[in-house]
């Protein structure tokens, strides 16, 4: 196969290691959500990233229906992720094909298609409220909160009690 910025492209849509991991249903009921869907997840985002940045960007690939921000369950901040639900699923893939990687608000995105958005995804899922990769974190990042999080000792009893 001959490499064009096509082919690039192309690969970008197709399916990607992205999971809800609370996710009840089958594979098989999965893979039928995704090829179906008109939402996209948003990652790496700045705790700071607005949702009229995220309109900004994302209805470059269509008209958007709704933007639903990730929020830290117990603070009610936005804590680095976003689901975007277009009108159409060919700006759904148009979204996952140009924007993933896209720079948003200094930060590099992750873009990846979702099954549907569903009440109760908005919230972090780590114990301390927010999303649990930023509770193994260890290094300084200005755009998700500082620091991660805060003692050894309380990284090595989250990660015994998973």
């Known amino acids: 196969m001959t490499f064009t910025l096509k082919n690039l492209i192309e690969d970008k849509a197709g399916p990607s290691l992205y999971r809800d991991r609370k996710?009840?249903?089958t594979d098989a009921e999965y893979k039928r959500?995704?090829?179906e869907t008109k939402t996209v997840?948003?990652?790496n985002l700045s705790f700071f990233t607005t949702e009229e940045q995220i309109h900004a960007l994302c209805s470059e690939c269509g008209?958007?229906?709704k933007i639903?921000?990730?929020l830290d369950r117990i603070k009610k901040t936005p804590?680095?992720?976003a689901f975007v639900e277009y009108f159409s699923r060919e700006s759904a893939l148009d979204a996952k094909r140009f924007l993933d990687g896209a720079r948003l608000d200094e930060r590099y995105i992750r873009m990846d298609l979702d099954p549907g958005f569903r009440e109760g995804r908005q919230f972090g899922r780590g114990r301390t409220g927010g999303q649990v990769r930023d509770e193994?974190?260890?290094d300084y990042d200005e755009g998700r909160g500082g620091w991660g999080y805060a003692s050894t000792a309380d990284k090595?009893?989250?990660k015994t009690d998973n």
């Open 136 to 138: 193994f974190r260890d």
């Open 68 to 70: 639903i921000m990730g």
């Open 156 to 158: 090595k009893k989250i």
């Open 63 to 65: 008209p958007i229906k």
């Open 33 to 35: 959500l995704i090829g």
């Open 79 to 81: 804590c680095g992720f």
């Open 41 to 43: 997840y948003i990652g």
């Open 23 to 25: 996710f009840e249903g």
